[in-house]
């Protein structure tokens, strides 16, 4: 019988403090939402320097996000491409599929064109040195030219 | 994927509250305002590419995380400016020193005197606020002024949800004491509490 008031006791007073307890949470909830509610308020109301300031963060950061999502679409085109040098690689094979003769045409000109000029350069630079040679001699230019002078230095 | 439209939305919807937050936090202005803008660009960068639903709870977390190197720095900063004053000796800074730049006075110069209630309300709460411990002050921020659940300020602040309604607790209390104590519970912000 005792046991059994206990038992009522206890739960009574697990009730009352139950009781309370959502009370208390009513309680703090309705002072959090007060407090808050002039927080907010206040939030509303900064100056127009830190304004400013925000929204230059805010393009900063959109403008960011504008760029990353520009460069992930490029990056994801030339990766349905395979990579940049296959891209290109592929792309010059098909000009030159397309263009055969003049490609060859191209090729054999540039070719021809280095030949020559090579050899101009090599002809001139020759001549130049020959006659700084003559000029440069002992003996004068006349000696070079004269046919007996050979004989006449064999003869001595 | 998040258009920059939808990013541009919700950074125009949060950027305010977010400020003050964290100048409650730093007690800095300039440096909250460079806290916001660290946060904005994190979450540009690394979740720009996150459903635009996903922002505000990555915001509160990245915003949180940035405070928290803010105070890393701060403390580094500080310890090594302890050590150099210390190591330097104070004869030549003591003279130099002002007291008076040090006491921590009552800014209420910009402040009319014919000022309406609420504001000097607004302007008591929010030293109330700074007064906080670190952990209640972002707790009872998350839960009840960016109206997160209990488990979503569990998961950002990295604790159980037991210790969240712990910490929202005694952020409401030590706010409805530090009030009390300026006779705010005479502007009918909560007679309940305070009588208490």
């Known amino acids: 019988m005792n046991m059994h008031k206990d038992n009522m006791t206890n739960e009574k007073n697990i009730n009352l403090m139950d009781g309370n307890a959502s009370s208390n949470l009513v309680v703090e909830e309705q002072i959090a939402r007060n407090i808050v509610e002039l927080l907010s308020d206040r939030a509303q109301r900064i100056s127009s320097a830190e304004e400013q300031r925000l929204l230059a963060a805010r393009n900063l950061a959109v403008n960011r996000l504008v760029d990353l999502q520009a460069q992930a679409i490029s990056e994801h085109g030339i990766n349905q491409s395979g990579h940049v040098l296959g891209w290109f690689g592929r792309h010059a094979g098909q000009y030159f599929e397309q263009h055969r003769v003049m490609s060859a045409t191209l090729v054999v000109g540039a070719m021809l064109l280095t030949f020559f000029a090579v050899q101009q350069f090599g002809f001139n630079n020759n001549l130049e040195n020959s006659d700084a040679f003559l000029l440069a001699s002992d003996l004068p230019p006349e000696a070079y030219a004269d046919k007996g002078f050979d004989a006449w230095l064999d003869t001595n | ?196």
């Open chain 2, 1 to 196: 994927m998040a258009t920059p439209k939808e990013l541009s939305d919700f950074l125009a919807a949060v950027e305010r509250r977010a400020f003050k937050q964290t100048a409650y936090a730093v007690r800095d202005d300039h440096a909250a305002l460079d806290i916001v803008q660290d946060a904005m660009m994190k979450l540009a960068e690394k979740y720009g590419d996150h459903p635009a639903g996903e922002f505000p709870m990555l915001f509160q977390r990245i915003l949180q995380n940035t405070m928290r190197d803010f105070w890393r720095r701060q403390k580094v900063r500080n310890l090594w400016t302890t050590l150099l004053s210390s190591f330097g000796g104070n004869d030549a800074d003591g003279e130099d020193r002002d007291p008076l730049e040090t006491i921590d006075v009552e800014d209420d110069s910009d402040e009319p005197s014919a000022q309406l209630a609420r504001s000097q309300t607004i302007r008591l709460i929010e030293r109330a606020l700074e007064k906080l411990p670190a952990r209640q002050r972002e707790a009872f921020v998350l839960r009840y002024w960016e109206e997160m659940d209990v488990a979503e300020t569990a998961k950002i602040m990295g604790c159980s949800d037991g210790s969240v309604k712990t910490h929202c607790s005694r952020a409401v209390h030590a706010l409805a004491i530090e009030l009390k104590k300026q006779g705010l519970d005479k502007l009918g912000l909560s007679s309940a509490i305070f009588s208490k």
